[in-house]
């Protein structure tokens, strides 16, 4: 029964290049949510998304981020034209859904990748 | 918008006594979820506790308890006999009935002291 699975668990770009982070959800949720964790902070939302949609982005920076949950595959976090600012830790978190019970309030979050953008 | 407040950046506690960390949040809705997070230096997220805000009984889970007060919007986790082992961040989060993300409070950092 495999958890929340991210990978990379380390990746560093130099400034200018892409960074693609994957999600690989729990068995059996289709709700998605990515966090950034900048050092000595907490976590930060950046976007959830549904099965080949995105239902809310509103934490997502305007430029340079995108993020997908296609039919088939992981949940994809991509950051074009990276900056030294860019560097934290990325958190993708699962649930079962949306409203009241323990499939639809629980988040269950994977190990996160730790971008080191030189 | 929610907002959640950990008034304690860092905390200590020796091994096998019992420590209390705050969370206080503010929102206008009356139906959400209240949890606390542990992130030990490994930076897994590991759900420590849940409660919901219908329920008036405080949650507890083996040594870990919270003292939930819905009218003062306040949420402190109780954890006793501390072990060496659970030096950690600790995140408090609420998510409403509606929303979907969780807001996250900015951490307490405990150290369990020999």
């Known amino acids: 029964n495999a958890g929340v699975m991210q990978n990379p668990r380390h990746l560093v770009r130099r400034r200018g290049q892409e960074a693609r982070l994957r999600c690989s959800p729990m068995?059996?949720?289709?709700?998605v949510y990515w966090y950034r964790q900048l050092p000595e902070e907490g976590l930060k939302f950046m976007v959830y998304?549904?099965?080949?949609?995105?239902?809310?982005e509103s934490g997502m920076p305007k430029e340079r981020f995108s993020a997908e949950f296609p039919k088939e595959g992981p949940s994809i976090l991509r950051i074009q034209q990276v900056v030294r600012g860019d560097s934290a830790a990325y958190f993708c978190?699962?649930?079962?859904?949306?409203?009241?019970?323990?499939?639809?309030?629980?988040?269950?979050f994977g190990p996160g990748t730790r971008l080191t953008v030189t | 918008a929610q907002t959640v407040t950990q008034s304690q950046p860092e905390m200590s506690v020796q091994e096998a006594e019992t420590v209390t960390l705050s969370c206080t949040y503010d929102t206008s809705e009356s139906d959400y979820y209240l949890f606390w997070y542990k992130q030990p230096p490994s930076r897994q997220m590991i759900l420590v506790i849940r409660?919901?805000?219908?329920?008036?009984q405080n949650a507890t889970e083996n040594r870990f308890s919270v003292n939930f007060q819905k009218a003062a919007k306040s949420f402190s986790l109780k954890i006793s006999d501390s072990q060496l082992g659970g030096a950690a961040m600790y995140f408090c989060a609420y998510r409403d009935n509606y929303g979907q993300n969780f807001v996250f409070g900015p951490g307490t950092r405990l150290s369990v002291l020999p």
């Open positions: 998304l549904q099965k080949e949609n995105i239902i809310d």
């Open positions: 068995k059996g949720h289709s709700h």
């Open positions: 409660q919901e805000a219908y329920k008036q």
């Open positions: 978190a699962s649930s079962g859904g949306r409203g009241r019970g323990t499939s639809g309030s629980e988040q269950y």
